[in-house]
């Protein structure tokens, strides 16, 4: 007997699995696509990686949009606390940042 028929779900079934990973795969293909045109493919993979993080801290999976939402705000506040500190960071050793350049700054 071939194990894996053994266990394939019907297309009967009520099982929510099938619904809840399409809602999952939507979720964070939109959550990526976003992150991948706002910052670039970097900041999108490692926002990905704290989208599947969050996912795995919560108590149950998520079985409404709005619960994937959560997920996906959860892993936005990490993406803006990245971005807040590259910029503070670049902006300290920017040369423009320092007040005591004799050369005149433009913006």
Not at 43 to 70: F, N, V
Request: aromatic share 6%.
């Amino acid at each position: 007997m071939n194990v894996i028929a053994h266990y394939q779900t019907s297309k009967n079934s009520n099982h929510p699995c099938p619904e809840l990973t399409t809602m999952a795969e939507r979720e964070l293909a939109a959550f990526f696509n976003a992150i991948t045109q706002l910052f670039g493919p970097e900041q999108a993979d490692l926002s990905a990686e704290d989208w599947l993080r969050e996912l795995i801290k919560a108590d149950d999976l998520p079985t409404s949009t709005r619960e994937w939402r959560l997920i996906t705000a959860k892993a936005s506040t990490r993406l803006a606390r990245r971005v807040s500190a590259s910029s503070l960071s670049s902006r300290r050793s920017s040369p423009r940042s320092s007040s005591r350049s004799t050369e005149p700054q433009f913006a």
